[in-house]
């Protein structure tokens, strides 16, 4: 006898339906063909387990089971269930009449208790677009699947209940959730709410129009200062997940096995926080069984990448991509998957090894080959995606490619602002081919620098590989720099001032510090 159910196989965000038949005849033994992996092949196991402990017999002939179509990979365990009604109906245990009209996917405990699967959202909706009238699943993933509408969900809790079910008794229901009432109920409660930080309005700003905009963002101070708590506050001020959104990111976490016990709808932004020890494998994706990686976890949300010099250099590279295309195609031997990678990349970074390279108060003890090493692994991904810079402690704010957050500030791409500095007076000179188009440029960060002195420098350059800090010195006592007075730019081996300016090398190129005499190669 041949009796046909229906399941489905899930590789990626792709769902293709998937036919198990079984076919009974004399004879003892058990076949399993149709491309399965190790955990479908242990099926039988399992199933046999859990009908003895549920005191059903299993058929004593001879049983083939092919999943069809049989030139794709079946693997998981959410098989066990189909092929175990698929036995009995052949057996007659469970009546055929309503097999063709539901997809019926779960794992089986070997108590005949019925375990939760990965994709229950991706499968009903393959389910709803193939017209099946409904798809019997596990109880722990009937929220999950309830959210398509148009499609009875079932929910179950053992084989005993799906067997009484497809027999025909009464008492069963299937489950419908309010979707909108679930989804938007959900949507404003933060762990961590941007309203709750106090002070720093610099940083605030920043990250403000940073959200704005979905410019990436490194925030860059030294430790303490609250990089990652504002990082970790990030999704509060994001635009609320759309309906169609929330879908799209569900249905990634359920492919994933992280949607969570009774979630149906993912309602808020994702907020992403890999190790620096990640591999590029585990950030982009892919595996023996392909499974999605962090950048599309954190799809529709934020990826936010602590102490970023310490991530290997490969796996920054491979963010360049899905940073542009905001899709990630995994290609191996055996497989080719597309998965959406749509984030808002974040980063924090110490400005130095100790942590206090240009703090107002504590001493650096880094050298100037130290700075620039720490940096070097992460400065080209970072200056090329033209990311916003800030920085708590005077170190740097550098804003790139938009509109420039910090306040009384009138003009973007500056190269680098401090306390008590400021650039340009009546014009800014084209450098290296960029110009502020002649208008004024202010840091207004302290009282005592006004942007138009004339003691304020004129020239400045910014890009990905050119970029020089000038320091005004408008005030006396300048925290950072001294008391020394303007800086030109300095070649190779000058000195200014009777040696009183040493130039270095930072992140941007050249920084010139007071009380040095030497020059180091700019």
């Known amino acids: ?195 709750d930080v106090k002070g720093q309005q610099s940083v605030k700003r920043a990250i403000e129009v940073a959200a704005a905009g979905g410019h990436n963002i490194i925030l860059v101070g030294p430790p303490g200062s609250g990089k990652s708590m504002m990082a970790k506050c990030l999704p509060s001020i994001l635009p609320p997940l759309s309906i169609e959104e929330s879908l799209e990111t569900t249905q990634i976490y359920s492919v994933a096995g992280k949607l969570g016990k009774d979630v149906s709808l993912i309602s808020k932004r994702p907020f992403r926080s890999p190790h620096h020890t990640i591999s590029s494998v585990a950030i982009v994706g892919g595996g023996t069984t392909p499974q999605p990686g962090e950048i599309s976890l954190a799809h529709n949300g934020v990826l936010y990448a602590d102490e970023l010099p310490e991530f290997r250099r490969d796996v920054l590279e491979v963010l360049r991509q899905p940073l542009e295309d905001r899709r990630i195609t995994v290609s191996r031997v055996k497989y080719s998957i597309d998965y959406p990678s749509s984030f808002m990349f974040v980063a924090s970074m110490n400005p130095c090894p100790c942590g206090y390279f240009g703090h107002p108060t504590r001493q650096c003890h880094c050298s100037p080959q130290a700075v620039s090493s720490s940096k070097s692994g992460r400065s080209a991904f970072a200056y090329n995606y033209r990311a916003f810079f800030y920085s708590r402690h005077g170190a740097h704010v550098g804003y790139g490619n938009g509109v420039c957050g910090l306040v009384n500030c009138t003009v973007c791409a500056v190269a680098e602002l401090h306390v008590g500095q400021c650039l340009s007076a009546t014009e800014v000179r084209e450098v290296d081919g960029i110009s502020s188009g002649g208008r004024t440029v202010g840091c207004g960060y302290s009282e005592g620098c006004a942007a138009g002195d004339s003691r304020c420098l004129r020239d400045f350059a910014y890009s990905s590989a050119n970029a020089f800090s000038r320091c005004c010195n408008y005030r006396s006592g300048c925290g950072f720099f001294g008391e020394s007075n303007v800086v030109g730019r300095l070649a190779a081996g000058e000195t200014f001032n009777g040696g009183a300016i040493q130039c270095q090398r930072s992140e941007f190129g050249v920084r010139f510090v007071a009380g040095k005499s030497n020059c180091c190669d700019s």
């Open 1 to 195: 006898m041949l009796v046909k159910t229906y399941c489905a196989a899930v590789n990626g965000m792709e769902v293709t339906p998937v036919t198990v038949e079984v076919s009974i005849r004399k004879g003892v033994h058990f076949h399993l063909v149709g491309l399965p992996d190790t955990a479908v092949k242990e099926s039988y196991e399992r199933i046999r387990a859990a009908l003895n402990n549920v005191n059903i017999k299993l058929p004593q002939n001879d049983i083939t089971v092919n999943l069809s179509p049989a030139d794709i990979q079946k693997s998981g365990s959410g098989y066990d269930l189909p092929i175990t009604i698929a036995m009995l109906a052949a057996n007659d245990n469970v009546a055929t009449d309503k097999l063709q009209y539901y997809m019926i996917i779960a794992e089986l405990g070997l108590d005949g208790r019925l375990c939760p699967i990965r994709g229950a959202l991706p499968i009903a909706m393959k389910a709803k677009e193939l017209g099946f009238h409904g798809i019997i699943l596990p109880k722990e993933n009937v929220k999950e699947a309830a959210v398509v509408q148009g499609i009875d969900v079932y929910g179950m809790g053992n084989i005993l209940e799906v067997m009484r079910f497809l027999n025909g008794e009464l008492g069963f229901e299937p489950t419908t959730i309010d979707v909108k009432t679930e989804f938007f109920d959900h949507q404003q409660h933060f762990e961590f709410d941007f309203a």
